[in-house]
């Protein structure tokens, strides 16, 4: 019998003077970017910790920026013909009156509206074109750490096995360890107060509930609560979503993280808006499946991303609260970004590549952190606070649409 613990580490690693890009974690960044690499002829290996990325997630919104960045892919067709276009949204109050609307884009911006669907869609859509692209993706390698020795980089994983590359990327999502050996003394994730949940509906429960528009968002404002509804994914038996984030002095912890998923039920959800009205009610009585609570987070600022040959992007880098909708966006703007310096650089140049990474991305991507934690603010009012915020918002809504163009309009070129 082989003791798992005796077994010597099946050997990942490659010579030394390896040109691998070795990249930790095959979500949204990581195989965004393994495509980009593979499209620039560089090589790269994907070490994804989980056995498995199917199927994780609930929904979220791919903005016209990270459409944008898709579609030098030739991804955007693919994704847009399984989610839903969104090209308003329209906001009510508690009761379900209309406080305005707004069209999501500036007449004539360029490219593709917004496009709801399930994260799950956009995760297997990157990892199995990268799979068909010949990208290395290799799953259940959950890293442990790295030594960085000047002349290229030794990823550690969990199962003793280790790979030698010329640059590590941290694609490791919000709690990243990349980060935490990069950033020893980094700052962790700051959780903002809202843990987020929501269900997936049939899609015919939308027009039911009297939300009719397919191509437009309702964002309902109660008084300390919120809920969006939105048409997602094409399927008609579960293609409606709706989204909530409910307030919380602290986040769910991992001990309590069961019983909280099961007690935040439907019926605390309604309790939260205080009955909410008819229309919501509906919504949520057409659930078919839960997603399970989310604690949101995001980081503002490091005081790096790259040292040496090692670097951040998407999520491990600059989480983002999902209120802007601009998380997988801000990933896969790294990810074309980071792919494009270094298809432009010799190897030998290439850690300073990383650092022109950083400094190509860190403005934009920190203002879009501080956007979208400021709209989240919007979701935390107390009585008094909503009514005068949903007063506000009816008086803006009619005099100027907020004018989001420095969002959305950014383009990368490849
Ligand atoms: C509730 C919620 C709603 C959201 N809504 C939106 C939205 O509407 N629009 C939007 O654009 N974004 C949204 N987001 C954010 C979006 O999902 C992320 O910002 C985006 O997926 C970032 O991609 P990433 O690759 O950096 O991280 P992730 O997608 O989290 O990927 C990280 C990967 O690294 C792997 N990993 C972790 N640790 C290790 C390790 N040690 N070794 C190897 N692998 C490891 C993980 O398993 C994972 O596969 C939302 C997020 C939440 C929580």
């Known amino acids: ?32 970017l393994a495509l980009f690499l593979a499209k620039a002829g560089l090589p790269a290996r994907v070490f994804e910790a989980y056995p498995d990325v199917r199927g994780i997630g609930g929904g979220l919104q791919i903005a ?15 994704l847009a013909a399984r989610g839903t276009a969104c090209e308003r949204s329209s906001f009510r109050d508690r009761h379900g009156r209309s406080l ?30 990268g799979i068909a692209r010949g990208v290395r993706i290799e799953h259940g390698k959950r890293l442990a750490g790295f030594e960085d020795d000047g002349d290229g980089v030794t990823a550690r994983f969990e199962d003793g096995t280790t790979a030698r590359g010329a640059l590590l990327v941290g694609a490791d999502g919000l709690h990243s360890r990349v980060r935490r050996i990069l950033l020893p003394d980094g700052p962790e994730p700051t959780y903002t107060g809202l843990t987020g949940t929501g269900g997936w509906t ?4 939308f027009a039911k509930a009297g939300l009719t528009d397919p191509g437009a968002m309702t964002l309902f404002f109660g008084a300390g609560a919120f809920i969006g509804c939105t048409l997602a994914e094409r399927d008609e038996a579960s293609g409606g979503m709706w989204w909530t984030s409910l307030a919380r002095d602290r986040p769910l912890d991992a001990r309590n993280r069961g019983e909280a998923a099961e007690s935040i039920g439907l019926d605390q959800i309604i309790a939260a808006g205080d009955g909410w009205n008819p229309m919501v009610r509906q919504i949520l009585g057409a659930t078919t499946e839960m997603i399970a609570p989310v604690d949101i987070f995001d980081i503002a600022s490091l005081p790096r991303w790259c040292q040496g040959r ?6 491990a880098a600059h989480a ?19 792919a494009r310096l270094l298809r432009d650089g010799r190897p ?29 603010a919007l979701k935390r009012r107390g009585p008094f606070g909503t009514w005068l915020q949903n007063n506000l918002m009816r008086l803006f809504l009619s005099l100027r ?4 163009s420095w969002v959305q309009d950014h383009r990368i070129v490849w």
């Open 1 to 32: 019998m082989t003791n798992p613990q005796m077994t010597s580490p099946e050997t990942t690693a490659s010579a030394p003077e390896s040109r691998d890009i070795l990249i930790i974690g095959g979500g949204i960044a990581g195989c965004a």
């Open 64 to 78: 016209p920026n990270g459409l944008a960045v898709l579609d030098q892919l030739g991804l955007a067709d693919a």
């Open 100 to 129: 305005g609307g707004m069209a999501n884009r500036r007449p004539g911006s360029p490219g593709r509206p917004a496009v709801m669907l399930a994260r799950a869609t956009l995760q297997e859509l990157l990892h199995d074109t």
């Open 202 to 205: 049939p899609r015919a429960a």
């Open 310 to 315: 090692a670097v951040l992007v998407g999520d």
């Open 320 to 338: 983002v609260a999902p209120h802007s909708g601009q998380g997988a966006s801000m990933a896969l703007e790294d990810a074309i970004t980071l």
């Open 348 to 376: 030998a140049e290439w850690p300073g590549r990383l650092a022109a990474f950083e400094h190509e991305r860190r403005d934009r991507v920190e203002r879009i952190v501080a956007f979208s934690r400021k709209i989240g």
């Open 401 to 404: 649409a907020p004018d989001f």
